[in-house]
């Protein structure tokens, strides 16, 4: 059974940091593609970067580009996105999802993804 517990989520004033973990298990983490996504209120879940299994590219999305990065550690069975410079707009729950078989064109489409954690909050003050 696939599980995956994400972690690092809080209350954080504009400018500052947060580093958001997700640890997969249930799964064989190496052959996976994980990805991060996000849902602000009143908004659509929206992707805000991946880590490809197959090529090793992490797209990410322009709103976030130059202040968060996404990395795995394949050891720990962990996807972790540090995100630098947060703002207020940064405000969302934060979903970690897994994939064991996406083609390139479905990184960033939550439909490529059929395992999802169940989200960690992290609200931004001004």
């Known amino acids: 059974q696939v599980q995956l517990v994400e972690s690092g989520g809080g209350l954080v004033q504009a400018g500052g940091s947060l580093r958001l973990s997700c640890v997969a298990s249930?799964?064989?983490?190496?052959?996976?593609?994980m990805a991060w996504f996000r849902q602000a209120p009143g908004k659509e879940r929206e992707f805000v970067a991946a880590?490809?299994?197959?090529?090793?590219?992490?797209p990410i999305a322009n709103s976030v580009k130059g202040r968060f990065t996404i990395s795995k550690d394949n050891a720990k069975n962990t996807v972790i996105l540090q995100r630098n410079d947060l703002k207020p707009e940064d405000t969302a729950v934060y979903y970690c999802a897994a994939s064991a078989k996406i083609i390139a064109s479905q990184l960033r489409a939550e439909s490529g993804y059929g395992y999802w954690g169940q989200g960690t909050q992290v609200t931004v003050s001004s």
């Open positions: 880590v490809s299994q197959r090529t090793g590219m992490t």
């Open positions: 249930g799964v064989t983490f190496t052959r996976y593609t």
